[in-house]
């Protein structure tokens, strides 16, 4: 009897590019790119048929971070059970892990003035040192001054559409 062997649920030859930022808030060439460079550290240590490819490994997790779902949610659509993906999720943010200090990098003391200027150039936002990404989330102003609380393109808490918190 030959073993089990995974078969990926998602390919991302066949998806639209917006449609893998949109599921994944990044393109198809960055998710290649970080997949080759974790890739090491994702594979099967006795490099078994059986274990999770590393693009899946790696989808898995951009998908339950852009999403904010639940693990059992993200293991299903992505072809693996929750108990999986919970390893899974710790293997791969493991390996981010090892190169968070090439990616993140914050102002050094001299450049804060420079970089709050250009922030609120950009955003009229006082005080802003940096971004994660354009994910806009959902809060409830407080009722005396709720239009300060409006986003670029207008929405408030309550009049956001589906999908735009991620």
């Known amino acids: ?15 639209e590019e917006r449609h893998i930022i949109l599921r994944y808030r990044l393109d198809r060439a960055t998710i290649h790119e970080l997949c080759a460079q974790l890739e090491p550290d994702l594979m099967s240590p006795i490099r078994q ?3 999770i490819p590393p693009l ?24 693996m059970s929750q108990p999986m993906f919970s390893k899974v999720l710790s293997r791969v943010l493991s390996a981010l892990m090892k190169y968070m200090r ?9 450049d804060l003035a420079t970089v709050k200027g250009d922030f609120y150039a950009l ?6 040192i940096g971004a994660i990404d354009g994910t806009h989330l959902a809060l409830v102003p ?16 309550d009049e956001c559409p589906d999908g735009l918190f991620g």
């Open 56 to 79: 899946v490994q790696v989808l898995s997790l951009l998908h339950f971070l852009a999403s904010g779902s639940f693990q059992t949610t993200v293991a299903m659509s992505s072809g």
């Open 123 to 128: 955003g009229h936002i006082p005080n802003i």
């Open 142 to 157: 407080p009722k005396d001054n709720e239009q300060v609380y409006r986003n670029r393109k207008s929405y408030q808490f």
């Open 1 to 15: 009897m030959n073993p089990p062997v995974y078969r990926p649920l998602v390919d991302l030859s066949t998806m």
């Open 102 to 110: 090439r990616y993140i990098v914050f102002p050094e003391e001299g």
């Open 49 to 51: 048929p059986t274990g």
